[in-house]
């Protein structure tokens, strides 16, 4: 079985470009390569390359395809056009089945001469996010300026060019030579097996593994960091990236200044990462140690105390910056700085951020006594949750948002709870980022995304298909998440209604408000599909109610959920669908089957029997939904299972008699409207 190698081999690759466009040669070069039945396909990438390895079949089998023409007894001219276009004479076709036909026979194609064929024009269309052009006589782009072309089929160049007519294709051609280390081991090398390929980069000190290269960062810096007694502050990010900017990574440790020590760690952990790709380490107790960790992409002759000196004054250039604007921001206090954000541009539709704090100043202690907290520390903490927008940190460190504010907030000595609400107001930043749960933390972080998601739905900015240029889908999940796990108890369609009324003009009665309530809806559903959980239970509940408490709502999922897990959930569910079914057929006919039924109709013990149990249950399915007791109100559903089943196996619905068909249509028309009370079962699956 044969096994193809194709490496790529150019200048630099930016590192966040590097795993998707492995990926994407996989894939390309698998669909491409389809008809050899490729298989155990493995992609590589680097700083330098991007690879694969596979195995496929010697030869793609020949066949022999039918092509039909025109009916028998059609005019000559359709005829001689068939056979024109085809290229052969009437003496090439045959009749069948009232046509003439072309058997075509193609001949079997070996896989070298596959592989030359779909490469070249796969290579000029690779869909790079960004792609650059370079030398002359050739429109063929890459990522960065490419190099070399490996490509060897069970040890034997693929021969192909990227010459196209007058494009010479920058003169690239297959061949058999990759290259080792750009400063240690330059010279080519000729594998003869994709085994052989990677055993040769790494005697030249490449990892043509990303994997492998993240693993050997993380648990060498990390074993450094322990034999400090240290721990690395966790960033899989900054593993991912200076894995894609090395090949031979070789960890080292640097020491901080102690006058730099001061300065917050956060300053100091986003500093390192963003100017420098440094590794931020931590003392026991969580604070900032007085050391770093850096990768080189190799191991120096000197052991590597250059390169430490030469990094570490790096760092201290870097630290000076940051103290700077550490110093400078805190010569003013925080509130000083709020009337500056009417200068800063929010929205076009929306204002300034000035405007834009007033309305959650105004929003959050709306918020603040329906979840426990001083509205007075609320409006405060609002106020100056986006003041740190104007300050040189934030502007050098966008990532610090908030961050910088609370620390400039204890500085000037604000309350407690309003520094904090300040660092919390952005959060859940994401899937895997806490909540607040402090009260004040929980009002501002509310009305913060309550007005991005009122205030941009009545700009016209609602997500549409995969694009969300303002992250409304997070906002939206911000929301369900804090209300859900600190378990609050708010009507969502109240407080966008709390937030519309602070819109300027005659955005406060946008149309696309509406669909808000439908928008927070569904990004709870998909949250509970991601859970694995029965995002249909809550469709169900959801359909018809008006309901916007995603607590109450929640709870009447669980509910529900756990009743339809029991036998008797599992049937009630079925004989309401079989229900409901006779009733849309029926009333199609002449419904609707509205009213109470005739007792006196009654024929039997079983019709009998059922509407007895619905007189009972309704009531205790209202009364226990009213208080909020959910799992009464699908206990008390659940008992109806027995005088259900027993109704379907002895009565006819649709009997001879149009009065006693009648009674039974209005009878399990009762039984929906108790249904209903719980949930649209129809939409229900299983």
């Known amino acids: 079985m044969p096994e193809l190698l194709l490496e790529l081999l150019s200048e630099e690759i930016p590192a966040r470009m590097q795993t998707r466009a492995a990926e994407d040669l996989v894939r390309l070069v698998g669909e491409a390569l389809t008809p050899l039945n490729p298989r155990a396909a493995t992609g590589f990438s680097g700083p330098r390359r991007i690879a694969l390895t596979l195995t496929l079949d010697a030869v793609v089998p020949g066949t022999t395809i039918a092509e039909r023409g025109p009916r028998e007894g059609a005019p000559d001219k359709a005829l001689d056009g068939f056979t024109?276009?085809?290229?052969?004479?009437?003496?090439?076709?045959?009749?069948?089945?009232?046509?003439?036909?072309?058997?075509?026979?193609?001949?079997?194609?070996?896989?070298?001469?596959?592989?030359?064929?779909?490469?070249?024009?796969?290579?000029?269309?690779?869909?790079?996010?960004?792609?650059?052009?370079?030398?002359?006589?050739?429109?063929?782009?890459?990522?960065?300026?490419?190099?070399?072309?490996?490509?060897?089929?069970?040890?034997?160049?693929?021969?192909?060019?990227?010459?196209?007519?007058?494009?010479?294709?920058?003169?690239?051609?297959?061949?058999?030579?990759?290259?080792?280390?750009?400063?240690?081991?330059?010279?080519?090398?000729a594998p003869e097996n994709a085994a052989a390929w990677q055993a040769g980069l790494r005697d030249r000190q490449v990892l043509a593994d990303a994997a492998e290269r993240r693993t050997l960062i993380a648990e060498g810096v990390a074993r450094l960091a322990a034999e400090?007694?240290?721990?690395?502050?966790?960033?899989?990010?900054?593993?991912?990236?200076?894995?894609?900017?090395?090949?031979?990574?070789?960890?080292?440790?640097?020491?901080?200044?102690?006058?730099?020590?001061?300065?917050?760690?956060?300053?100091?952990?986003?500093?390192?990462?963003?100017?420098?790709?440094?590794?931020?380490?931590?003392?026991?107790?969580g604070s900032a140690a007085p050391r770093f960790a850096f990768v080189a992409n190799l191991l120096p002759a000197d052991g590597g105390a250059l390169t430490i000196a030469g990094n570490e004054r790096v760092l201290r250039a870097r630290f000076a910056d940051a103290r700077h604007f550490w110093d400078l921001d805190r010569s003013r206090t925080l509130a000083s700085r709020v009337p500056a954000l009417d200068a800063v541009v929010f929205h076009a539709a929306l204002g300034s951020q000035g405007a834009r704090v007033a309305r959650i100043v105004r929003l959050a202690g709306l918020l603040a006594p329906m979840v426990g907290a001083d509205p007075a520390h609320a409006e405060r903490a609002?106020?100056?949750?986006?003041?740190?927008?104007?300050?040189?940190?934030?502007?050098?460190?966008?990532?610090?948002?908030?961050?910088?504010?609370?620390?400039?907030?204890?500085?000037?000595?604000?309350?407690?709870?309003?520094?904090?609400?300040?660092?919390?107001?952005?959060?859940?930043?994401?899937?895997?980022?806490?909540?607040?749960?402090?009260?004040?933390?929980?009002?501002?972080?509310?009305?913060?995304?309550?007005?991005?998601?009122?205030?941009?739905?009545?700009?016209?900015?609602?997500?549409?298909?995969?694009?969300d240029p303002y992250?409304?889908?997070?906002?939206?999940?911000?929301?369900?998440?804090?209300?859900?796990?600190?378990?609050?108890?708010?009507?969502?369609?109240?407080?966008?209604?709390?937030?519309?009324?602070?819109?300027?003009?005659?955005?406060?009665?946008?149309?696309?408000?509406?669909?808000?309530?439908?928008?927070?809806?569904e990004r709870l559903r998909v949250q509970l599909r991601a859970e694995g959980a029965r995002h249909d239970i809550l469709a169900a509940i959801s359909s018809g109610n008006a309901d916007s408490d995603i607590t109450r709502l929640l709870a009447r999922t669980e509910a529900l959920a756990a009743m339809l897990a029991t036998d008797d959930g599992r049937n009630l569910l079925a004989a309401t669908?079989?229900?409901?079914?006779?009733?849309?057929?029926?009333?199609?006919?002449?419904?609707?089957?509205?009213?109470?039924?005739?007792?006196?109709?009654?024929?039997?013990?079983?019709?009998?029997?059922?509407?007895?149990?619905?007189?009972?249950?309704?009531?205790?399915?209202?009364?226990?939904?009213?208080?909020?007791?959910?799992?009464?109100?699908?206990?008390?559903?659940?008992?109806?299972?027995?005088?259900?089943?027993?109704?379907?196996?002895?009565?006819?619905?649709?009997?001879?008699?149009?009065?006693?068909?009648?009674?039974?249509?209005?009878?399990?028309?009762n039984l929906r409207r108790?249904?209903?009370?719980?949930?649209?079962?129809?939409?229900?699956?299983g």
């Not at 276009?85 to 072309?102: C, I, M, N, Q």
């Not at 009464?632 to 109704?647: K, Q, T």
Request: net charge negative.
């Open 471 to 521: 992250a409304l889908r997070r906002a939206a999940l911000g929301v369900i998440r804090i209300i859900r796990e600190n378990a609050l108890r708010l009507d969502l369609v109240r407080l966008f209604v709390l937030a519309s009324e602070s819109l300027p003009g005659e955005l406060a009665n946008a149309p696309d408000l509406e669909l808000l309530p439908a928008f927070v809806a």
């Open 674 to 685: 108790m249904t209903v009370l719980i949930a649209d079962f129809s939409q229900i699956e």
């Open 84 to 189: 024109r276009k085809h290229g052969v004479t009437r003496d090439d076709l045959v009749l069948e089945g009232g046509f003439w036909v072309l058997n075509r026979t193609v001949p079997p194609v070996e896989a070298a001469t596959r592989i030359a064929e779909v490469l070249p024009p796969l290579l000029r269309r690779f869909p790079w996010p960004k792609s650059m052009r370079w030398g002359q006589g050739s429109a063929f782009t890459w990522v960065r300026p490419l190099r070399r072309i490996l490509c060897l089929l069970d040890g034997q160049v693929v021969d192909f060019t990227l010459a196209d007519g007058e494009d010479n294709g920058h003169g690239l051609c297959a061949d058999r030579f990759s290259e080792g280390h750009r400063f240690t081991a330059p010279a080519p090398f």
């Open 228 to 285: 400090e007694g240290l721990s690395v502050a966790a960033d899989p990010g900054l593993v991912d990236e200076v894995a894609g900017l090395t090949e031979w990574p070789v960890p080292f440790l640097g020491r901080i200044d102690a006058a730099f020590m001061d300065l917050p760690a956060e300053v100091m952990q986003v500093s390192m990462r963003v100017n420098q790709r440094y590794f931020a380490l931590r003392n026991d107790d």
């Open 577 to 669: 669908k079989r229900a409901a079914n006779i009733l849309r057929i029926e009333d199609r006919k002449d419904g609707p089957h509205d009213g109470a039924p005739d007792p006196v109709l009654y024929e039997q013990d079983e019709e009998r029997d059922l509407a007895n149990a619905l007189l009972e249950t309704i009531p205790a399915v209202e009364a226990a939904i009213a208080g909020e007791r959910f799992e009464d109100a699908m206990r008390a559903a659940a008992g109806l299972r027995p005088v259900l089943d027993r109704f379907f196996e002895a009565v006819t619905v649709n009997a001879d008699r149009a009065d006693l068909r009648l009674n039974r249509l209005r009878l399990l028309a």
């Open 382 to 467: 609002a106020l100056l949750a986006k003041a740190d927008l104007t300050t040189g940190m934030v502007g050098e460190f966008p990532e610090l948002q908030g961050v910088m504010g609370a620390y400039y907030a204890r500085h000037d000595d604000e309350a407690a709870d309003v520094a904090q609400a300040v660092a919390e107001h952005y959060m859940p930043r994401g899937q895997t980022d806490g909540v607040p749960t402090a009260p004040v933390s929980i009002a501002v972080a509310l009305a913060d995304k309550i007005d991005s998601l009122t205030a941009f739905f009545a700009a016209g900015e609602k997500p549409g298909g995969s694009g």
